[in-house]
């Protein structure tokens, strides 16, 4: 399985950006697939997942309500929709996935398998 984020770029607090990972090889609807983001400075941290069949999903508490996960699972990609972004919001987003159930640590990033590049988000204030 490979992955590729997509979609990051600069822009002002309180708009928007999506990001997009792309997947490639099998058996895409089984895997769980995240988002976690690392400022300069910080550790990793979990921001969204969403189960393989899109019924299921988790977000951080800083970004409830504002970011929305969602998948299409016919075009091998998970979307992450980013509104009323603010500059704490500025990192490398990556996505990462996950074989299996729904039900473990998806917070954790080292539960996960395989990890795309990463793409930049910037936020100015």
């Known amino acids: 399985v490979q992955l590729q984020a997509s979609g990051g770029g600069l822009v002002q607090a309180g708009g928007s950006l999506r990001l997009t990972c792309a997947v490639s090889g099998r058996a895409f609807s089984g895997y769980i697939i995240a988002w976690f983001r690392q400022a300069p400075g910080k550790e990793r941290e979990f921001v969204a997942a969403?189960?393989?069949?899109?019924?299921?999903?988790d977000y951080a508490d800083s970004v409830k309500g504002r970011f929305t996960i969602s998948r299409d699972n016919a075009k091998n990609a998970v979307l992450l929709q980013m509104n009323s972004l603010k500059f704490e919001d500025t990192a490398v987003y990556y996505c990462a996935a996950r074989m299996g159930n729904w039900y473990f640590r998806r917070g954790a990033h080292e539960r996960y398998d395989y990890w795309g590049q990463g793409t930049l988000v910037t936020v100015s204030s």
């Open positions: 969403i189960s393989g069949g899109g019924l299921n999903t």
